[in-house]
């Protein structure tokens, strides 16, 4: 990994950083094809990053392993989490923290009072940066979008039963799709997504801002169209545009277009002595390819990141 992401890195000089979760990455069935340990319990992970760190970082002498490319790169790591766990760890390493809303929102508030009590300043940050994930579909209006949001629901109705997440088209109501303790079971998963006009978009995604102090949101759009996911985008780029941001950069590969909404470098040193989060100043707008992550101390504005998975992989 350190070699892969060294090369990358050499490739596209500041635009590479790493997610790291300790998650197996999959489901059962992907776990046997990758030949993963089976029994992982996640308790390795510290160790295994901390490993990983000394192959990105500098050369110590006498060690007789290196990464060819990715010593001396420092690629910026950011801890991935849906629980506590790796929000202690980001804490108490002084890495960003990047939090799985979209599919375990109950565990949010908690995992980001975590975070940001046990941080500590590190080489790589002075101050707490925390992303936050989260599902949001904007449309029309709140009932169509509320149509495009049956999508979702029923890819988690079937992960609960066992069944293949594949997207499914929209439906006009889920009742008598499921049973009541299955749309409970959803609900929560799904409870802290964003579904709406574009008015109903901007008062969650401030809300979401304001409750988790998050520097970054990250944008999950799950439509079964993606003319639809697209168009979603375009209305979350516009209320971005609403809370104060600039220009709007498009970069698309293909037909696919995919937006990123980043957030400007602070004019204060982080040094001084304002709070860690001193709230949505500002949302700014910028590419696919600038990469403006909080390296040596620097603060940041809260921003909006809008991706596509499918998109990044196409």
């Known amino acids: 990994m350190a070699e892969q992401f060294g090369t990358l890195e050499a490739m596209f000089p500041g635009r590479i950083d790493l997610g790291l979760g300790r998650a197996p990455g999959g489901d059962f069935q992907t776990m046997r094809a990758l030949r993963r340990d089976l029994h992982q319990t996640g308790d390795e992970f510290p160790e295994l990053l901390e490993e990983l760190r000394s192959y990105l970082g500098p050369a110590k002498p006498g060690r007789a392993v290196k990464a060819i490319p990715g010593q001396g790169s420092n690629v910026p ?123 109903t978009v901007k008062a969650g995604l401030e809300k979401l801002v304001s409750e988790t102090t998050a520097d970054e949101v990250i944008v999950v759009t799950d439509t079964y169209d993606h003319a639809d996911r697209l168009r979603s985008y375009e209305r979350v780029a516009a209320v971005a545009k609403e809370l104060g941001g600039s220009g709007l950069n498009w970069r698309g590969k293909r037909h696919l277009a995919i937006v990123e909404l980043r957030s400007r470098k602070a004019y204060e040193n982080s040094s001084s002595s304002q709070s860690s989060h001193a709230g949505p100043q500002r949302w700014s707008v910028t590419g696919i390819g600038s990469v403006n992550r909080p390296v040596d101390g620097q603060q940041f504005l809260p921003c909006l990141i809008i991706s596509d998975v499918k998109c990044m992989a196409a």
């Open 77 to 199: 790591i950011t801890l991935l989490g849906s629980s506590g766990f790796s929000a202690q760890l980001a804490g108490m390493l002084g890495q960003p923290f990047a939090f799985a809303a979209h599919f375990a929102p109950e565990y949010l508030y908690a995992a980001a009072r975590l975070y940001r009590e046990r941080f500590r300043p590190s080489d790589v940050l002075r101050r707490p940066y925390m992303m936050v994930a989260v599902q949001v579909i904007a449309a029309e209006t709140d009932a169509a979008a509320r149509r495009l949001f049956t999508t979702p629901q029923q890819r988690f109705l079937r992960l609960i039963r066992n069944q293949s997440v594949e997207l499914l088209p929209p439906v006009d109501s889920m009742e008598g799709l499921w049973q009541d303790f299955e749309r409970a079971a959803v609900e929560t998963k799904l409870s802290a997504a964003i579904v709406g006009s574009e008015a």
